[in-house]
């Protein structure tokens, strides 16, 4: 079990499904917050591989307005399910909704609720291709909002497999590495959309 480390909701337990879920680190999770503080407020975040929610979670905490997050697995899906219900009770419940999504096949069911301003991407570290596949989709069904931002989580290592080109027209902002843990963040730029 984990915990929400920041904001509204503070303190709140989070169900971990079991499995091969690789929840993110307390500590990654809030520098990672830290880093896309100022895209948060009012944000529409999507977490399409979410596992627990957490990092969807932590941004709704921070003052998301709204949040789908999806998941194929049925342990993954139950652990949101009773994560979301946890902030139900709280004085301010979060606009948040929960999609079963196998990706690329389910990617026409994300149209109703875009376009996204913050998308976390955190797939199996093998599967590398699949947030270049993401982040395209998004750019050209317009289900990212001029300006958006994408958190990407991947093995350090793969942070060598890939150019900036191969993720065109989305940008990097910045990149870290914490142990075996790195992320990209990217940015659309406003002339890309």
Do not use: C
């Not at 955190?122 to 069904?141: A, N, R, V």
């Amino acid at each position: 079990m984990i915990r929400v480390i920041g904001g509204l909701y503070k303190g709140t337990p989070l169900q971990v499904p079991p499995g091969p879920t690789r929840p993110t680190a307390g500590l990654v999770r809030e520098a990672l917050m830290s880093m896309v503080s100022p895209k948060i407020p009012g944000a529409r975040v999507l977490d399409p591989l979410a596992g627990s929610g957490a990092l969807a979670i932590e941004a709704l905490s921070r003052g998301a307005a709204q949040a789908l997050l999806a998941d194929r697995s049925p342990r993954a899906l139950a652990a949101l399910t009773q994560n979301l219900a946890r902030l139900q009770n709280s004085p301010d419940p979060p606009q948040a909704k929960i999609l079963q999504a196998s990706w690329p096949r389910d990617f026409a069911r994300l149209t109703p609720y875009g376009p996204f301003d913050l998308i976390f991407l955190d797939p199996p570290y093998e599967e590398l291709q699949l947030p270049q596949i993401f982040l395209s989709h998004l750019h050209q069904k317009s289900l990212a909002a001029p300006g958006a931002w994408a958190v990407w989580e991947l093995a350090p290592a793969s942070l060598k497999a890939w150019s900036e080109g191969d993720l065109a027209p989305w940008r990097i902002k910045t990149t870290r590495i914490w142990g075996q843990k790195a992320v990209a963040i990217l940015f659309l730029p406003d002339s890309a959309t």
